[in-house]
């Protein structure tokens, strides 16, 4: 292991359990993507590792929910301080274990900080209303209660940014949480629990528990003690989330895949437009779950558009992410490259035409990493696979279109509602398309990310619930009403 991440790290990672580091039977090798190379070995959990995690949350939570919530929320604005005293640190492994240029990383790091900072200035917000009463001297009181413990199931992505997202209004609304990272990016978790032991969170409110979905995931949301399942991945995984937690009646919040349509209208700024279709579009190798997965052009705006997108993505420098120059790197995985290549493949059988492809390094220590070229596809037909499945890779589809009415449809004509996008200079046509578009985002001349006072939630097969703002937090919290009579 790399000696800038010891000091957050244990030379063989274990799970992080009641702040102590909690070793198994078994552990698996975590990768470098740009190189191939092993970074580390990190524990791999059982359903037995589970109940110590669950158990440890479970111990600690009444006494964290007593602590006053201003008191709480100081934690994490502590938390916070401590993710930027080592904000360096913590985005060199996040690039070095998922393979994103450090930029983004550096700007990952800042989004966690954001997060925890946003919920802890929730600290001192009202947590209850009075209500008028139809009796005399009566009063009804409601307040919020702390669910309990709470899984949280996180994405390889966005490791950093979406343990905070899931953890900050989980601890200031009184829960304790059991965090299980993905088997690609389990080092950016246990590094984030390392610095929350530093900002003095007491033991067993922050666990986190290493290993494979169907065995530890699937054993968190089983749990009997475990009250809310919040988790951002595939479709798949969140259906069968959805159906165990069934059994148990517990609520779930569930942000899962997205095909978000990117249109621009004949009337837009054409230019910006095409760099924004290519930033969406590859930021994060294209793993990044509102990104431009499907580009509709206007007919009349067509020529100059692919003119300028071109220019756009031949800006894009593939290349080792620790480099500052670099503005893609590789895919997370061996599993995801294969993944892009063969829909890539199929996307040319079914008829598309390359328009510009960009080139991988050919350098000999990148022989071994999962480097996918970033790609422009033209000429597809209505049936293509790449405009209906999840690309989460650098293939950028274009599609011509005439008329608004049928860009809504072909942009509806699709089983997730994550995020849409939409570019034109004229506000009536936004503002209708916009109320037309069957998603829980659209960003209008503009591209993401989302905000941290938004609500970032699905429609559709993208997902139920969602996170941030003072929407997400709602998902933290039950409500109790007290019916107080003071008639003497």
Same mark, same amino acid.
């Given at each position: ?24 039977? %078994? ?28 158990? &440890? ?54 989004? &966690?900080?954001?997060?925890?900072? #946003? ?25 919020? =209660? ?11 992505? #966005?490791?950093?940014?979406?343990? &905070? ?57 089983? /749990? ?9 991945? =595939? ?26 349509? #990117? ?58 992410? +620790? ?15 294969? /993944? ?14 390359? #328009? ?63 995020? %849409? ?7 009536? %046509?936004?503002?209708?398309? %916009?109320?037309? +578009? ?51």
């Amino acid at each position: 292991m790399s000696t800038d991440f010891k000091k957050l790290l244990p030379e063989n990672a274990a799970h992080f359990i009641n702040n102590s580091w909690v070793s198994s039977k %078994s552990s698996d090798p975590v990768t470098n993507p740009a190189t191939g190379e092993t970074i580390a070995q990190v524990a791999m959990g059982s359903k037995a590792d589970a109940d110590k995690a669950v158990a &440890a949350a479970k111990k600690a939570q009444k006494k964290w929910a007593a602590v006053p919530q201003p008191q709480r929320a100081e934690y994490l604005y502590e938390f916070a301080r401590q993710i930027e005293k080592n904000k360096k640190t913590l985005a060199t492994l996040l690039t070095t274990e998922q393979g994103k240029p450090l930029a983004e990383s550096e700007g990952e790091v800042d989004t &966690a900080i954001l997060m925890l900072r #946003f919920y802890a200035g929730l600290g001192w917000k009202r947590t209850g209303h009075v209500l008028a009463s139809n009796h005399p001297h009566h009063q009804a009181i409601t307040k919020e =209660s702390p669910l309990g413990v709470v899984a949280a199931i996180i994405p390889w992505n #966005f490791p950093l940014a979406i343990f &905070a997202r899931k953890t900050a209004p989980a601890l200031l609304a009184g829960n304790t949480i059991v965090v299980k990272p993905s088997e690609n990016t389990p080092l950016c978790s246990l590094a984030l629990a390392t610095l929350s032991h530093a900002a003095g969170i007491p033991n067993g409110v922050i666990n986190v528990i290493c290993g494979e979905g169907s065995k530890v995931g699937d054993a968190l949301v089983k /749990h009997p003690d475990v009250e809310l399942v919040t988790m951002t991945g =595939s479709t798949r995984a969140g259906k069968i989330i959805a159906k165990n937690a069934a059994e148990k009646v517990i609520p779930v919040s569930l942000e899962l895949g997205g095909k978000a349509p #990117f249109i621009v209208l004949a009337d837009a700024d054409i230019e910006k437009a095409a760099q924004d279709a290519i930033d969406a579009r590859m930021a994060n190798c294209g793993q990044v779950c509102i990104c431009n997965e499907r580009t509709y052009i206007q007919r009349e705006a067509y020529e100059p558009f692919m003119r300028a997108l071109k220019k756009a993505a031949e800006k894009i420098i593939v290349g080792d992410p +620790l480099a500052k120059k670099t503005t893609m790197g590789p895919k997370v995985s061996a599993a995801e490259k294969e /993944h892009v290549e063969e829909l890539l493949a199929q996307t040319k059988k079914e008829g598309g035409n390359i #328009f510009w492809q960009g080139k991988i390094p050919d350098a000999k220590k990148f022989k071994g990493g999962n480097w996918v070229a970033p790609t422009i596809v033209t000429d597809l037909p209505a049936h293509a696979t790449i405009l209906k499945e999840e690309a989460f890779g650098p293939i950028l589809p274009v599609v011509v279109f005439d008329t608004i009415d049928e860009v809504i449809r072909l942009a509806n004509d699709c089983e997730y509602g994550l995020s %849409s996008y939409l570019y034109t200079r004229d506000l009536l %046509s936004a503002m209708q398309i %916009s109320d037309a +578009l069957e998603y829980g985002e659209v960003y209008i001349n503009r591209y993401g990310p989302e905000e941290i006072n938004g609500f970032h939630a699905g429609w559709k097969l993208s997902g139920i619930g969602g996170d941030d703002g003072e929407h997400g937090y709602q998902l933290y919290v039950k409500q109790k009403t007290v019916y107080l009579n003071y008639q003497s």
